[in-house]
């Protein structure tokens, strides 16, 4: 674990200090440090005490796990939450598990990562025009958070969005619960939501207005590259591929073709 056992911090915290970060760098370096739900508290620690065989040796992260690629990506992608066992331990969202295995190797064979396999945050992984976040930092068990934790988490997302504003052009979400967990927080920061609100789907397409500027945001859907999806073949590598090719090309991010 990581020193002395922080102070407790209330629900409130997240909401209180998220609009007050003016950086990525400093608001991933906060996140980091939330403590608002204690069930999640309780779970990321006991996986951390707990550990698998096969990691017994490792020292886990054991916190809020914070987004992960340049702070001026065109393309943003979002999940769901942090594996007990992967990001959780590792310290990289999609970092050390099956899922992830997945998510790097298709971006690896599209040229927006450096490299097919991540294993760890200090494994010299980077992302090229790629931000990968969630709207729930901490694992939670059984891969459910609650809608409690999912709104207390929320500013963080709210936050990390308006800092990618400026260049943010495409993103590809993956699975129905960052789907309904991302639109009320773009509703909230100033994206124009059309009505209906578009259903999700592997391959659904949605297309949002800034009210301030008439720019356009592109939301694309996609299945979550977890284990059982991909055991089952209900999203296949090369699924996963189409999705994030066709959010690249929208982002205008080049894709090095000859990967793909």
């Known amino acids: 674990m990581h020193g002395s056992r922080p102070t407790p911090q209330t629900r409130s915290f997240p909401l209180v200090t998220a609009p007050r970060l003016d950086s990525m760098r400093e608001l991933d370096q906060t996140v980091s440090t939330c403590r ?22 490792w020292e886990y ?34 970092t050390g598990d099956p899922s992830g295995d997945a998510l790097y190797a298709a971006l690896y064979d599209l040229g927006l990562a450096s490299q097919p396999v991540a294993t760890h945050r200090d494994d010299g992984m980077e992302l090229y025009g790629v931000r990968i976040t969630l709207p729930v930092h901490c694992a939670p068990p059984a891969n459910r958070p609650s809608t409690a934790e999912r709104e207390t988490c929320r500013p963080w997302l709210a936050r990390e969005l308006e800092l990618l504003r400026p260049t943010l052009r495409a993103i ?14 773009l ?45 089952t073949r209900t999203l296949t590598p090369a699924m996963l591929r189409d999705v994030l090719h066709r959010g690249a090309d929208i982002a205008d991010v080049p894709v090095h073709r000859s990967r793909a």
């Open 36 to 57: 608002a739900c204690p069930r999640l508290v309780a779970w990321r620690e006991e996986a951390a005490r707990v550990k698998r065989r096969a990691f017994r040796d």
């Open 172 to 185: 590809v979400v993956l699975g129905g619960f960052a789907w309904q967990a991302l639109l009320p927080v």
């Open 61 to 94: 992260w054991a916190r809020p796990v914070p987004g992960f690629g340049p702070p001026d990506a065109p393309l943003a992608i979002i999940g769901l939450a942090p594996a007990a066992h992967g990001g959780n331990r590792t310290g990289r969202i999609f």
């Open 187 to 231: 509703t909230d920061t100033g994206w124009q939501v059309p009505r209906p609100r578009s259903a999700f789907g592997h391959g659904a397409h949605a297309q949002l207005t800034d009210t301030r500027s008439e720019r356009v945001l592109h939301l694309i859907g996609g299945y979550h590259p977890s284990q059982r999806n991909m055991s």
